[in-house]
């Protein structure tokens, strides 16, 4: 079946990066793209970009375009989310999601990687 | 960009009641509206795409309609393990969009 395993919590000061992984499993990883959706505490889910893993072709939302790049390594089936430049108000739960175009719905989720800027 | 905005933000049922959410769409959207459902410390899990049709292992009990600018989540009857919250989502416009979520909670 299909699963994403991501990366465990970090603890990061303002000003700092992070960088969260999602392993995928379950299905041809180079068929699909992987999409970052990330929560506040106690908000609503917020797209943050997509990354095709065929070719490297990648969509950011608009907010976070210069802050954010996503990258995959297909030898290992993974993806990564770096957010540079962290703010108290990056402080959410970033989650991957697989997603074939950048514009798709998310038929499977990682479960999710708690970042705090602190 | 298309936001999406839910009603109620809150629905307080019992078990066994019937549960409509609504999300409307600030622009026309055809059907490329879908539901998820996310219940605390978990990711959210798709429902319903494409506006009515049941995401792989979801019950029959869960039923979506609507296209264009009005659409409509239905829970038949509320069993406990429902009470979560509700976000729809639309693909039909860069960049895909959630709406603020609706909370069923347990009256």
């Known amino acids: 079946q299909v699963q994403m395993v991501q990366s465990g919590a970090e603890v990061k000061k303002p000003g700092a990066s992070v960088k969260v992984s999602c392993k995928a499993s379950?299905?041809?990883?180079?068929?699909?793209?992987i999409s970052w959706v990330r929560q506040a505490p106690g908000q609503g889910l917020e797209w943050m970009g997509w990354i095709s893993a065929y070719n490297g072709d990648t969509n950011y939302a608009q907010n976070l375009q210069g802050r954010v790049t996503m990258t995959t390594d297909t030898s290992t089936s993974t993806g990564y989310m770096e957010l540079r430049s962290l703010r108290s108000d990056d402080t959410a739960v970033y989650y991957c999601a697989r997603d074939d175009s950048g514009l798709s719905y998310f038929d499977s989720w990682g479960q999710g990687a708690l970042v705090t800027v602190s | 960009e298309i936001v999406l905005t839910q009603s109620p933000a809150t629905l307080s049922l019992s078990p066994g009641e019937r549960a409509t959410l609504s999300c409307r769409a600030s622009q026309r959207v055809g059907t490329h509206l879908a539901w998820y459902q996310q219940k605390p410390g978990q990711a959210p899990r798709l429902l319903i795409y494409d506006a009515s049709s049941r995401a792989t292992g979801i019950p029959a009990r869960f039923s979506g309609s609507g296209s264009g600018t009005d659409f409509t989540l239905t829970i038949s009857s509320l069993e406990p393990e429902d009470f979560a919250v509700y976000y729809c989502q639309q693909r039909s416009n860069w960049p895909p969009t959630f709406g603020q979520g609706t909370k069923v909670e347990i009256k």
């Open positions: 379950g299905y041809t990883f180079t068929n699909y793209g």
